[in-house]
């Protein structure tokens, strides 16, 4: 259970934008769309433990600080329930486990894999800067953001090899940062 907790299940919600190409492409309407429905699929599972590699390492870089915080001290980490070498294991494995197994289902389709893989390595360095550096940047904090979630929706372009990508769609990955933003500042 610590071990879900530490991978905040909880938010693999936010990667339904790698699904959501799918949807606006109109690909759904046209006969046998099994094998995007199953790329779009792992996609999205993809994207689930590369945000969770992702919340391990935040939670590994600021267990001192997390154990001084009235909530966050009950952080799997920060409490002791997982050392911070398991979580280091855990960490790489969710990190290197998309990129074979997407490896290994798109070994045919080489342009979409190579995309996919560039968006997963993208995400990952996006996310290391946000979480050493930009997350204490006002504005460079919801860029970071918006992109993590612009490259779930890219990603989910490559994987079902759609071609023309809507700008409105680029446009529209914007609006839940900027409303969490708002929201924060607000409260």
Request: glycine share 6%; proline share 3%; aromatic share 14%.
């Amino acid at each position: 259970m610590d071990i879900l907790r530490l991978i905040r299940v909880k938010h693999w919600v936010k990667n339904v934008f790698v699904i959501f190409p799918l949807f606006f492409s109109g690909e759904l309407l046209d006969g046998d769309v099994s094998s995007d429905i199953f790329r779009a699929s792992l996609a999205f599972l993809s994207f689930c433990l590369w945000s969770s590699a992702i919340y391990v390492l935040n939670d590994i870089v600021d267990v001192e600080r997390d154990r001084a915080h009235p909530r966050k001290q009950n952080r799997p980490i920060a409490s002791g329930q997982v050392s911070v070498w398991t979580a280091s294991f855990l960490g790489v494995a969710l990190f290197v486990l998309p990129f074979l197994v997407m490896g290994l289902v798109l070994q045919n389709v080489c342009d979409a894999r190579d995309k996919f893989f560039l968006c997963g390595i993208l995400y990952g360095l996006n996310n290391l800067f946000y979480c050493f550096l930009l997350r204490s940047q006002v504005i460079l904090d919801v860029f970071s953001i918006s992109m993590g979630f612009i490259l779930r929706i890219l990603s989910g372009c490559f994987i079902i090899l759609l071609v023309e990508i809507s700008g409105a769609v680029r446009r529209w990955s914007y609006a839940p940062r900027l409303a969490k933003r708002r929201i924060k500042r607000e409260f």
